[in-house]
């Protein structure tokens, strides 16, 4: 590493992408020859279950820029996240993932900008392609839900890849928060942002982990970090049908006393009990959630562990 120039820090997670690794590292070496700063490259395997390990320490032996963090388990990609950040030295970091969606040709404009004094890069995709209409339609709908309910502008079609600047490194450093919502924690540090735009590639090789069930409790866990507002629907929903039982309520003691009441009514009052029991189950859930956030919290547990850190300077 050269002395006296100011320090690029890459972080990539990965996980099970060995069909990907060689051709990321190859393309990130290329682009940082444009980028006139000393650079690290640091690799996060969570918990990887084929070679993809081995093919990065085997290149790391002719690339004295590579150091692989392995992680003792697979904890997510937000934590291998995190647990990058907290290893970067850099000046300036950038966060990419490993399959090539994102270019690494990009970092020397974000880089730019950075130098024109932006705490904060962010990539936003203009096309996503490779992903199919309901990925898009239900990001596109997720962003808008999120965006409506929370204090923190969360910008719309932008993933991780991002340059972030020591100062704002070092203010993400100080959120601990177990249930790690990336997206919003780099929204709301703040620091001055702006973003660049870009065209999505679709996956250089493999197969996503991102399936709809994680990517379902991915948009809960965002939202339920970032507002409070389902907890405040809940109540809303709560008091109104109330309000509307006791209305009900009293129209039908006046109309027994007025005008008596035979046995009828049976399918209106099933309708009435599956309705109620409906808007409470669903605001028990939403307490639910809220509550097992804080059981986690309440842990204090270790947000990862690194099993071995590998790099050329430990030879």
């Given at each position: ?6 320090l690029l820090s890459?972080?990539?997670?990965f996980?099970?992408e060995q069909e990907v690794i060689?051709?990321?590292?190859k ?5 940082v020859?444009k980028i ?8 996060i395997?969570?918990g990887?279950q ?7 320490a085997?290149m ?8 692989i963090?392995d992680?003792?388990?697979n ?5 291998a996240?995190t ?7 850099g000046d ?36 996503r ?7 898009k339609?239900?990001?596109g ?9 929370s ?8 993933g991780?890849?991002r340059l972030?600047?020591r100062?704002a490194?070092d ?9 790690r ?6 929204a709301w540090?703040?620091f001055?942002?702006?973003a660049?735009?870009y ?5 250089f090789a493999g197969?996503t982990?991102w399936n709809?069930k ?6 809960v866990?965002?939202?339920?970090s970032?507002t409070?507002e389902p ?5 809303y929903a709560?008091?109104m049908?109330a309000?509307g ?5 009293l129209y039908?003691?006046?109309k027994?006393?007025i ?14 009990i ?7 189950l669903?605001?028990i ?10 059981f986690?919290?309440s842990?204090q547990?270790?947000?990862y ?5 590998y ?5």
């Amino acid at each position: 590493m050269q002395k006296n120039k100011e320090l690029l820090s890459i972080i990539i997670p990965f996980y099970n992408e060995q069909e990907v690794i060689e051709e990321c590292q190859k393309r990130l070496s290329s682009a940082v020859e444009k980028i006139d700063m000393a650079v690290e490259m640091i690799y996060i395997n969570d918990g990887s279950q084929d070679n993809s390990l081995a093919i990065l320490a085997e290149m790391m032996e002719s690339d004295s820029r590579i150091k692989i963090l392995d992680l003792s388990r697979n904890f997510g990609k937000e934590t291998a996240m995190t647990a990058g950040i907290d290893e970067a030295k850099g000046d300036a970091v950038i966060v990419i993932d490993a399959d090539l969606q994102d270019p690494p040709e990009l970092m020397a404009e974000m880089v730019e900008k950075w130098r024109e004094g932006y705490d904060v890069v962010y990539a936003k995709r203009v096309e996503r392609k490779g992903e199919s209409f309901m990925k898009k339609l239900t990001a596109g709908l997720f962003y808008k839900l999120i965006n409506k309910i929370s204090d923190t502008e969360i910008p719309e079609n932008v993933g991780d890849f991002r340059l972030m600047s020591r100062q704002a490194v070092d203010a993400l450093n100080q959120v601990r928060e177990r249930k790690r919502f990336m997206k919003g924690l780099f929204a709301w540090i703040g620091f001055s942002q702006i973003a660049i735009e870009y065209s999505r590639d679709p996956r250089f090789a493999g197969e996503t982990n991102w399936n709809y069930k994680k990517l379902l409790k991915f948009a809960v866990e965002g939202i339920s970090s970032f507002t409070q507002e389902p907890l405040r629907l809940a109540t809303y929903a709560g008091f109104m049908t109330a309000f509307g039982a006791f209305v009900l309520g009293l129209y039908f003691i006046i109309k027994t006393l007025i005008f008596g009441e035979a046995t009828q009514g049976f399918p209106t009052l099933i309708t009435v009990i599956l309705f109620f029991s409906g808007v409470q189950l669903l605001s028990i859930g939403i307490l639910g959630e809220y509550i097992g956030h804080m059981f986690i919290e309440s842990k204090q547990r270790p947000l990862y562990f690194i099993k071995k850190t590998y790099s050329k300077s430990d030879d």
